[in-house]
């Protein structure tokens, strides 16, 4: 499987800073959006290093015989043990924390890791699938059917995360594997792309932009021209089938 990916960070109309961070290391097959917490600063930190911690973990981890969901398991428990260890050296960054969400895919595989409301999403043959649960109070209430998705992106509290990677000694994420497909697009991204722009409309883009720069670009321009309430980043990954002698 060959894939192609891009990747942007936009910081909004709304915020001074950008907390957000990704990672494309397509030499090891990762992928990677984190949204830090905890202030201007501390947010910037937390998402940072979370993203640098997970990708050294899993550089050390290539050529072990773990599998994809055990290696991403084990840079989640790295990257939390970094962030919740930098939180109490340095008193300025009390209480920081960050969502994650990675793709790792390798050999024709795919596993999945997350912590937090930053999402991951499937499109295959046009139609879209979110592969993570919010960890988020909305995305609690509208599994439970208590509101829509659309009441949970206007709701006053859609920012309180029930679950962040950083903020206690441990964290547990969630993991998930798969077999990607040719035509296949993953689509990551932090909550400042999924307030503003449907599900649908993600679907549409992500599969008619046969460039994923161009699927990035366009994304968080209109998550932009909606209000641009957060920073928004978005990270799409397309999977192809290798061509003979390309
Ligand atoms: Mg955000």
Known sequence: MLLRAAAGSDVGRRRAANEDH???APEIGLYLVA???????????????????????????QGTGMSLAEK????????????????RRRRELAGMGTTLVTLLAQEGRAALAHVGDSRAYLV???RIRQLTDDHSLVGELVRRHEISPADAREHPQR??????????????????????????????????????????????????????????????????????????????VRCEKEMAGG
């Open 124 to 126: 295959r043959s046009g």
């Open 159 to 236: 920012h309180v995360l029930t679950r962040a990677l950083g903020v206690r000694p441990s964290v547990e994420a969630d993991l998930a594997e798969l077999t990607p497909e040719s035509g296949d697009v993953f689509v990551l991204c932090s909550d400042g792309l999924t307030g503003r722009v449907r599900d649908e409309e993600i679907a549409r883009l992500a599969n008619d932009l046969d460039d994923p720069q161009e699927a990035v670009d366009v994304l968080i321009r209109l998550a932009n021209e909606r209000g641009g309430e957060d920073n928004i980043t978005v990270a799409v």
């Open 72 to 87: 991403l398991r084990y840079a989640v428990i790295a990257a939390n043990r970094e962030v919740h260890e930098t939180a």
């Open 35 to 61: 949204d830090g917490l905890g202030g201007h600063v501390a947010g910037q930190i937390a998402s940072e290093l979370a993203a640098e911690a997970a990708l050294s973990a899993l550089r050390t981890l």
């Open 22 to 24: 990704y990672v494309l």
